[in-house]
């Protein structure tokens, strides 16, 4: 670009800008603060006259260019329509455009800088939309992005979030995640609503996984007779990937519901999952023998341990929903698979999924042994996590299928074998539907990713039907848009001790949580029609009419989850004692969840949309809420009195550190280190159970190296009969030396083996096992805390 300058009458005086040649567009105009070569602070003019003159321009593509106040103009007028779509405010008028952009030009001259760079100039236009007080102008115009220092950070492993998330590795695709969403998280609470940005901000609640918020839905479970039916389609769309028709053979079915999986990761931020696992597998495994099907839950296990290719280079977060036989309402339904539906309409012969309970009995059994095994380590499988459905139909055995089929394995034996896992690394998971609440044999229901429920009835689905018949493509896909999580013990500390305040303040927050969702909705939907969820959205080439096929995931039936965090320190410092002390506390608890889930369903009908309450996770958030509480001043000294954790620690590092070891007790559970006994523990959990019916899950955690297998079966079975706990896990730390690979039981600093120290610890961290280094101060310190149960605990 030339340099030809012009003087033009200005009322600031005569000033010097750029020629017109050419604009460049706001979105190139920066980069990072560069000095440049340095600029002549004087220019003669062709009479001799000296002007002074401004600095060239860095910009983000890579070019030097001179200083045009009009590149400001025409960026104001672009970017502030954004405030339009994002915040319902008209963009900015050509003539305050003008304005600021000669004022941004004095304020550079007054500087007689050296250098001159994008962000620079963007830092005074911002400097002076505030000014003027217009906020939401300057939230659309500011940058977002990372200092040079924090960045050198993450590729080190360290600063931004660095344990925020414990099924992450160290890799270089680690840190490009956690650039992009340390980028993308503050792109969003800019764009946000303030109020609502400021509630995150402020710890009042938590919107998960913020770095998606504004590109995709959060988990969903997938019903694999979809792919078995139309194929796999990797991208979505056809046009980058290659597209495979239905599976023929059973080893392209096990590697299709693996990449299945593996593809949805590019438009959920949550865990995917398979409902009814087995149970539609089961044809390809006809004619079969065992050790064939065991090869392949081989095969299907490893994939998805050695896929490195969820967000961020990660193992996918899998589940798969498990039962010993064919659940009896599928009995009779026709199988979907190899591209058809064998319903007997084409000519060809009928086929019921309860022609194949040998089938789904072997491959039960196969996929426990090869969880058994662990891998070639002796290390347990992490994923995908084998939901174990414990339902009516498989209570009772079928006396007249066993009598004719001696060499398969009953109902009774599959179950021992899940113990026996569960006894050698803690493993399984229980998904009890014997509770009435859950309405077994009525209606669809699984747990997936931490422990969120889905579900679907004929009385909620008016396709119910046609679903179960895959009729016209019709399928079951469950999952959820977004997680919302409130901080519970902050409405304590805001009720001071009256019940009515303390009920309003959490349907407050639950006010607040429908803003986000309702910004989720409005911004999801032009990501939706400008095919950005590919895969979700998805329709195949019908194998049989050669025309588009159904939709993958109905969109309008994911729900919208409000997550609670810390309901028994809200209790403890309402009422003066914790949920598990005093029955006072206990029923302040209950009340306070059914205030909580009867103003959900008012909620559901007031905007439309499906709202569950469920126990959060929270992973990290349980710690983030109770640091947040501890750095505002008035909630200091009321945190300090509830919090759960090495609280001495946590005061004399927070001023370093926000990573600190305290937490809120996640969901209504009662605290992992209080002295209860297992009994006690589960009289107060289970009551919740049917109140959160966006998922809850007990943990009980064992402190036995060897614990019987066959006296946890009975334990659990009495659980499942008798109790309403719907989601159960046993949970078993184990150590692995990472130099001559030696497994063993418990926490341990040093190899029984070697003698080396360098092991590494696991543990299941929230709802899933992982290596305990990747977990955050709080995390590591309820680890601590757990009060862990041995098997005379369970008689």
């Not at 030097?64 to 007028?77: E, G, H, K, S």
């Not at 939401?136 to 660095?162: K, L, Y």
């Not at 999952?479 to 309003?504: H, I, M, T």
């Not at 955050?776 to 309820?782: D, I, R, S, W």
Request: aromatic residues 10%.
């Amino acid at each position: 670009m030339t340099s030809n300058t012009k003087l033009i009458d200005d009322p600031e005086g005569e000033i010097e800008v750029g020629t017109k040649e050419k604009t460049q567009d706001a979105g190139n105009m920066e980069d990072g603060m560069m000095p440049l070569t340095e600029p002549q602070s004087m220019q003669q003019t062709l009479d001799g006259q000296f002007i002074s003159t401004m600095p060239k321009v860095r910009t983000t593509d890579g070019h030097m260019v001179n200083w045009d106040r009009n590149i400001v103009v025409n960026q104001l007028l672009k970017e502030t329509t954004l405030s339009e779509w994002y915040h319902g405010i008209d963009s900015i008028t050509k003539e305050e455009a003008h304005e600021i952009a000669r004022e941004t030009e004095k304020r550079v001259r007054s500087m007689n800088i050296k250098f001159l760079s994008g962000p620079l100039i963007r830092e005074l236009v911002n400097m002076i939309l505030l000014e003027r007080g217009h906020l939401e102008w300057r939230n659309i115009s500011t940058r977002v992005g990372s200092p040079v220092f924090d960045a050198c950070e993450i590729d080190q492993g360290s600063g931004f979030e660095a344990n925020e998330n414990a099924n992450l590795q160290e890799n270089a695709e680690t840190s490009h995640k956690k650039k992009a969403d340390k980028i993308s998280k503050e792109q969003y609470l800019l764009l946000l609503p303030p109020k609502v940005a400021d509630l995150h901000l402020n710890g009042d609640l938590h919107i998960h996984d913020l770095e998606y918020f504004g590109t995709r839905a959060f988990c969903q479970d997938w019903d694999l007779r979809y792919f078995f039916y139309y194929g796999l389609m990797p991208d979505g769309s056809g046009a980058k990937a290659s597209v495979a028709g239905p599976s023929m053979k059973a080893e392209v079915a096990m590697l299709h519901a693996v990449k299945a999986l593996g593809s949805a990761q590019t438009n959920f931020a949550g865990g995917q999952g398979f409902y009814n696992f087995l149970t539609f597998c089961a044809p390809y495994f006809e004619g079969k023998s065992y050790k064939e099907i065991e090869q392949l839950m081989q095969m299907f296990v490893y994939e998805m341990t050695q896929m490195m290719v969820a967000r961020g280079g990660q193992l996918v977060f899998s589940s798969v929903q498990l039962s010993p036989g064919v659940p009896k309402m599928w009995k009779d339904k026709p199988v979907v698979y190899r591209g058809r539906v064998w319903d007997g309409t084409d000519g060809t012969d009928r086929r019921v999924y309860g022609d194949y309970e040998r089938e789904v009995r072997l491959g039960f059994q196969a996929l426990m042994n090869v969880m058994l095994e662990g891998d070639y380590w002796g290390k347990p499988f992490n994923f995908p996590k084998p939901e174990i459905s414990i339902e009516p139909d498989f209570m009772v055995e079928d006396e007249m299928f066993n009598r004719a089929h001696p060499d398969l394995p009953t109902y009774d034996e599959l179950y021992d074998l899940t113990f026996e896992l569960t006894a050698k690394y803690g493993t399984p998971y229980f998904d009890n539907q014997l509770p009435e609440y859950r309405g077994a044999g009525e209606g669809i229901s699984c747990y997936q990713c931490c422990a969120y429920q889905f579900s679907a009835t004929p009385e909620e689905d008016a396709e119910f039907e046609d679903k179960m018949y895959f009729k016209d493509g019709k399928h079951f896909s469950m999952g959820s848009w977004q997680v919302v999580s409130l901080n519970c013990p902050r409405a304590g500390y805001e009720a001071d001790g009256d019940d009515q305040k303390l009920f309003a303040h959490l349907k407050h927050l639950m006010d607040e949580a429908m803003d986000v969702f309702s910004t989720k909705v409005k911004w999801m939907t032009p990501i939706i029609e400008n095919g950005r969820m590919p895969f979700a959205t998805q329709q195949p080439k019908d194998p049989v009419t050669g025309k588009k096929g159904a939709i993958a995931v109905d969109i309008d039936s994911l729900v919208f989850t409000i997550g609670v965090v810390g309901l028994n320190e809200m209790v403890q410092y309402h009422t003066g004692s914790q949920m598990h002390e005093s029955k006072a506390a206990f029923k302040v608890g209950i009340r306070a969840m059914t205030e909580m889930e009867m103003y959900g369903r008012e909620l559901s009908q007031k905007y439309g949309m499906e709202i569950a309450l469920a126990r959060t996770p929270a992973e990290t958030t349980g710690q983030r809420f109770a640091v947040s509480d501890m750095l505002h001043e008035e909630y200091r000294e009321k945190v300090l009195s509830v919090v759960k954790g090495d609280v001495k620690a946590a005061v004399e590092g927070i001023k370093n550190t926000h990573d600190l070891p305290v937490y809120y007790t996640n969901g209504t559970h009662v605290p992992p280190g209080a002295d209860v006994s297992l009994i006690d523990r589960i009289n107060i959990e289970h009551v919740f159970f049917p109140i959160v019916d966006g998922g809850d899950i007990m943990h009980i955690w064992m402190g036995e190296g060897s614990p019987d297998a066959k006296g946890l079966k009975e334990f659990a079975m009495n659980i499942a009969r008798n109790t309403q706990v719907g989601y159960f896990a046993f949970t078993k730390d184990m150590t692995v030396c990472m130099d001559d690979f030696h497994m063993m039981s418990g926490l341990k600093d040093a190899c029984e083996n070697c003698g080396s120290d360098h092991v590494e610890q696991l543990s299941r961290v929230t709802g899933y096992i992982q290596a305990v280094g990747g977990w955050n101060a709080a995390k590591k310190q309820e680890l601590e805390d757990r009060k862990r149960y041995a098997s005379a605990d369970m008689i």
